[in-house]
Structures are given as structure tokens and as C-alpha cells.
């Protein structure tokens, strides 16, 4: 089994890191914040073909303290999204998990967990200032894959998925994501899709580490020289 090169051979010796995760997001940085979208689409499948449904979302990423294994070192948004039909209050879909961000490889991971028992891991890469960047997830990979419970694995067995995210100029950001499900009794395989835009509500809280430490002057958070605990003096 092999590994990125930019990791050498050392699988033990923990990366440089800094503990400002907002700065060293990548791509991720324009998603950090709480943010609401209001003309979601949802396309799924129903016995006698499809349906298409508006929804409101509320998504949250925040910030999470820096993530290491061994050399491989990932900055992150821990998130969580809350999504209703139009006017009511029942969950319609509910979601967790984390984007994150690989420096040294340029690589954008994705994690979603929901509540009807299945959890995907997607991957893709994507420059520090991309715009735009797609994730994608395979069932049976034994990295990006797709796991479910016995009942959706026979029913609605997911085989790929795919998300394309769009940081908007005008501060906004889209989602535009593709399950391809085969389905029992049915030909081929059906292609269930979501899209949304969101507007930030409210900007992000800065990760724990980062809270913790303060500046004395501008010149960067982290400096050796400039750099204290909070409510502890420097000498």
C-alpha cells in the first residue's frame, strides 16, 4: 500500500501546523459561517416515479482545531444542516460531518452522516482560491466509499455520489449534489438530486486553538513574540 509522496517515509512525525484553522482553509474558507438557503430543490424517487420538492436549509460550519495523522495535516469545518419543507417545522432532512482541507496535497474531503443510517466519505481536489471544486464518493471503494444500513443497501442502494460546490461573487455559495440509486422494479438506475444556494446569516467562530491565543500587535496570530494565552499576562 502506498501513500501521497509529499509525506515521505516518516509515517509518525506530526506535520507543521498553525492554529489558525480560518486562515489555512483553502477552498473551504468562503463556507465558514451559518448560513440559510430558502429555494433548495430536492428530486427524489416515489412508487410511481418522482417528485420534486422546494425546502428551506440552515447550514452551520464552523471551525475545527487543526487534525493530524502522523505527517497528513487537514484544516476543517465541522457542519451540521437542518432542512424543512417551505412553512413547516417536521425535519425533512437532517445532516452532519466535516469539510475538510489537505495543504499538502490540495485535496477537499467530505463526510456526511445521516439519520436513516448510512455515512459517505467523498474526496477531490481543487487550487487554495478555487471557486468551485467537486467532491465525488463510490460504493465499495475502500477510501471514497458509500456505506448504508441492510434496508437502504437493498432498496435504495446508493452507488455513487457527487457534489459540486460554487462560492458565488456576490458572497453567496451553491451546492449542486447527485446520488445515483439503484432501485428495485426499476430499469435504470435513478439519479436523486439536491441544489441550493446560501446566504451567510452569520460569520463563523473562530476554532478553539485559535481562542485561545491572542495578538499584541497585527502582525499575524501565531508570531513567537506576540503570541499569549488568554488572561495571562506576557512577560
Known amino acids: 500500500m502506498t501513500w501521497p509522496a509529499e509525506y515521505g517515509d516518516d509515517i509518525y512525525t506530526e506535520a507543521d501546523s498553525e492554529p489558525d484553522t480560518l486562515a489555512n482553509l483553502g477552498p473551504l474558507r468562503p463556507l465558514a459561517g ?18 420534486l420538492e422546494k425546502y428551506v436549509e440552515h447550514y452551520e460550519l464552523q471551525p475545527i482545531d487543526r487534525q493530524t495523522n502522523g505527517p497528513q495535516l487537514f484544516y476543517g469545518l465541522r457542519y451540521h444542516t437542518h432542512i424543512v419543507k417551505p412553512g413547516e417545522v417536521e425535519l425533512f432532512h437532517d445532516q452532519v460531518g466535516y469539510w475538510l482541507w489537505e495543504p499538502a496535497t490540495h485535496a477537499v474531503v467530505f463526510t456526511l452522516a445521516i439519520p ?12 487554495p482560491d478555487a471557486t468551485e471544486f467537486t467532491v465525488t464518493a463510490a460504493a465499495g471503494s475502500p477510501t471514497y466509499g458509500i456505506v448504508s444500513n ?21 458572497g453567496t455559495w451553491s451546492y449542486d449534489e ?13 439519479r436523486h438530486t439536491d441544489r441550493n444556494t ?14 485561545t491565543l491572542t495578538v ?14 488568554v488572561g495571562v499576562e506576557p512577560t
Not at 436513516?116 to 487550487?127: K, T, W
Not at 447527485?178 to 435513478?190: Q, T
Not at 499584541?216 to 494565552?229: M, R, W
Open 34 to 51: 451559518t448560513w440559510e438557503g430558502t429555494v433548495g430543490n430536492d428530486d427524489h424517487p416515489v412508487a410511481d416515479g418522482t417528485e
Open 116 to 127: 436513516r443510517g448510512q455515512v459517505l466519505l467523498a474526496g477531490g481536489s481543487a487550487e
Open 150 to 170: 441492510p434496508f437502504l443497501h437493498a432498496a435504495f442502494h446508493t452507488v455513487s455520489f457527487s457534489m459540486t460546490v460554487t462560492v458565488n461573487a456576490d
Open 178 to 190: 447527485e446520488a445515483v440509486l439503484e432501485i428495485p422494479g426499476r430499469a435504470s438506475p435513478y
Open 198 to 211: 446560501l446566504t451567510m446569516i452569520a460569520g463563523p467562530t473562530p476554532n478553539s486553538l485559535a481562542r
Open 216 to 229: 499584541a500587535t497585527g502582525t499575524g496570530l501565531g508570531s513567537p513574540d506576540q503570541t499569549h494565552v
